[in-house]
């Protein structure tokens, strides 16, 4: 499928095959009942966004194109791509446009790529950080439990790939679970990072519905405090998604207990970033 052709571009829910022929479902879940109702009133102009456009989102859509690469702007239809496309940076995802997984969150598409990966994309993903001029760059990746170490070792040659090519990048990585493998941990982290994350994305009690079930609460936790041990002069951090369609009066309440020295809450206040030890959350 040339991806460069609106025309050939699947629907949300649909079953396609992907240019390295991956069978796949666009947007990983079939669409709502509710998702094809159309809007009763205008968005308020707070919420509307304008079309992608200029160039700095112009020259960053032809690096990504032009590479062969993907990114998580795209493929989880962020509606922030312009601003941060036109400010000539993007979040790379490693490892294909198919993840094994199909979280309810998720808009990127779901399937099984049988162990198919780029030899090409670490070089690709070291040049498109030069062409862009970056500082300091996030990846992210798909989940690939068809490999046996969940594309760690494909992930920790990108991540060196960039490090040979522009040694003064800073190098963030939001990975998978990995299964749990936490030799697969230890090798992503041991390529060198400055940040490494690992989203809890919901409370506890709502994990089973919003993750899928290959993940789970625990097994990020564990695999953060692993991370911290591992290396821990490397940022670890978290995050969670609020607003799950339930009044704030009857959600339940994570609360988060640190170690008491050199424990950081983002700004954001949905990231912890851990210094020295691993954040303990639980669920009131």
């Known amino acids: 499928m040339n991806?460069?052709?609106?025309?050939?571009?699947?629907?949300?829910?649909?079953?396609?095959?992907?240019?390295?022929?991956?069978?796949?479902?666009?947007g990983g879940?079939?669409?709502?009942?509710?998702?094809?109702?159309?809007?009763?009133?205008?968005?308020?102009?707070?919420?509307?966004?304008a079309l992608p456009s200029g160039a700095g989102y112009d020259k960053v859509r032809g690096i990504v194109h032009g590479h062969g690469l993907h990114t998580v702007c795209a493929e989880s239809?962020?509606?922030?791509?312009?601003e941060c496309w036109g400010?000539?940076?993007?979040?790379?995802?490693?490892?294909?446009?198919?993840c094994t997984r199909a979280c309810r969150f998720c808009s990127v598409s779901t399937g099984n790529p049988h162990g198919w990966l780029d030899p090409k994309e670490p070089s690709h993903v070291a040049e498109a950080v030069a062409l862009m001029g970056l500082k300091y760059v996030v990846l992210t990746s798909v989940d690939r439990d068809d490999l046996a170490d969940g594309g760690a070792a494909h992930y920790a040659a990108c991540i060196r790939a960039i490090h040979a090519r522009t040694p003064a990048v800073a190098v963030e990585?939001?990975?998978?679970?990995?299964?749990?493998?936490?030799a697969a941990v230890a090798n992503v982290l041991d390529a060198g990072l400055v940040t490494y994350a690992q989203n809890l994305e919901t409370v506890v009690r709502l994990t089973r519905q919003v993750r899928d079930p290959r993940a789970g609460y625990a097994q990020t936790l564990r695999v953060?405090?692993?991370?911290k041990r591992h290396a821990p002069d490397t940022l670890a951090k978290s995050s969670l998604m609020l607003g799950w369609a339930r009044p704030m009066s009857k959600s339940s309440r994570p609360s988060m207990t640190c170690a008491p020295r050199r424990s950081i809450l983002s700004p954001w206040g949905n990231t912890c970033v851990r210094r020295q030890t691993t954040c303990r959350w639980r669920v009131s």
């Open 3 to 26: 991806q460069s052709d609106p025309t050939l571009v699947p629907r949300d829910g649909s079953k396609y095959v992907t240019a390295e022929g991956t069978r796949a479902v666009k």
């Open 29 to 49: 879940l079939r669409p709502h009942a509710r998702s094809s109702v159309p809007d009763i009133d205008r968005k308020p102009p707070w919420l509307r966004i």
């Open 77 to 82: 239809k962020c509606p922030n791509i312009a």
């Open 87 to 98: 400010r000539g940076t993007a979040t790379l995802m490693l490892m294909g446009e198919v």
């Open 173 to 182: 990585a939001l990975t998978p679970d990995f299964a749990g493998d936490l």
């Open 224 to 227: 953060l405090e692993f991370a």
